[in-house]
């Protein structure tokens, strides 16, 4: 029997028009509902798609806002279900999941009613506060109460989680499991160029810029400068923005600067009296592994950082950024809470930062750090598998 406040809720969702989607067919076998809320969340569940895909064969059918880069063979994206009470019914009557993976504390009260009314098991995973989707604020009593209620088990992805949901739902349905894990971050990389440009660059401590913008060109060879007051071997490898600048980059800093430069678009070597390689964002993966210490493109006078620092993290740098971080403030806000990259305001803090991590001790540190952040959550994620094979009674 709906409570009251799930009675008001679905009146006041009986506005939102019953679409009939043009859904797949439903696939055959036990059938896995993951629900992503966000952007954030779609690729750790992507990647729980993945291992369940891999690891026990079922299908997947995974809600979300849009659709994740990293989607599995094999997983079915769909945008979230209407919560309308004919809605919810329409969504199941097709999909008939097997058991349910919500995350994020986003709570759907009419899907969740009518899932536990088919005694469908469910799960909360990396659970924060718990809320209504967008739009959906009310005065609805008791509502969130009875919506968490229908999970068997809650995974809080920290302590203040698990503190605020045990407001609602009894302490021993509640975990604290931490992050999902998130699609692997480590780009492929020729291990044959690898090792021909590390005996090329002779042990010679090495800095990275990576893609980098036209605005930030001056400032990064401005801190290179400075930096090779305290090493003078130190090479520069500079990845810009845009690949077709790169000649008039070398002609200016060439003819107008005086610098040593190597083109890897015209196939020449870094020699050992090269300061600057120009190389291309096409092999960000070999770059990564060859230079220990690496500055985020766009992020200090840039519209912001380029590449997702997670990709530098994952193959042992030590990241410096600036104060824009573009699309990737989320992972640059976890990278700094972690002591992870080194964060510069202006391009004399630029150089200073090069020159403290080329002390080894100090590189290494933040290098680790930051590896840590880039890896987490893979625990996480290998007890949500059990749990949802506990759910499927297979545990």
Known sequence: MPSIGLTLYQIAARKEPLVRPDWPERPPGRLAWLHAPTADLAPQMAELARHIREEDGHPVLLTAPELPDALPDGAIWQPPPGESAAGARLFLDHWRPDVVLFSGGELRPSILH?????????????????????????????????????FTQICAVDDA????????????????????????????????EREALAHLFAARPVWLAACLPEAEETAVIEAHRAALRQAHRLLLILVPEDPARAPLL?????????????????????????????????????????????????????????????????????????????????ALGRLGAARGARSVASAPDLAEAVAELLAPDRAALLARAAWIVSSEGTEATAQALALMRQLLGEG
């Open 114 to 150: 009518e899932a536990a009314e088919r005694r469908i098991p469910m799960a909360m995973l990396a659970a924060r506060a718990p809320h209504l989707p967008p739009g959906r604020d009310g005065w609805y009593p008791g509502l969130v109460k009875s919506a968490l209620a229908d």
């Open 161 to 192: 989680a698990a503190r605020s949901l045990r407001r609602s739902v009894a302490a021993n349905r509640i975990s604290v499991a931490g992050r999902l894990e998130e699609p692997s971050h480590v780009l492929p990389g020729n291990e044959a």
């Open 250 to 330: 070398a002609h200016r800093m060439e003819e107008a600067e005086g610098w040593q430069v190597a083109q890897r678009s015209a196939d020449e070597e870094p020699e050992p009296d090269t300061e600057v390689f120009l190389a291309d964002t096409s092999e960000m993966g070999l770059w990564y592994r060859l230079a220990p210490i690496c500055f985020l493109g766009g992020s200090l006078a840039g519209t912001g950082c380029i590449r997702n620092p997670m990709e530098a993290a994952a193959l042992g740098a030590s990241l410096i950024h600036g104060p824009r971080p573009g699309a990737w403030g989320a």
